[in-house]
């Protein structure tokens, strides 16, 4: 299986490890179209980690704002 395959199916998932596993090795693109359907997939790719980013950050205020309700 080709890393874009391997991404994409990443990206489908919404898998973040393999999504930073699979950046570690990120190949260079041989031509144009393959190196402009890179940056797609690694702008999806950022996409994702980005509201993964926004839950877990929504999740962390949750949990203080209990927190601090039962502290009172």
Known sequence: M????????????????TL????DSFPVADTKEEALELRALVTEALSIVQKAKEKTLE??????????????
């Open 59 to 72: 999740s962390m205020n949750k949990i203080k704002k209990t927190k601090a309700f039962l502290r009172n």
């Open 2 to 17: 080709t890393w874009i395959t391997k991404f994409k199916i990443a990206i489908v998932e919404q898998d973040i490890n």
């Open 20 to 23: 930073e596993t699979l950046l």
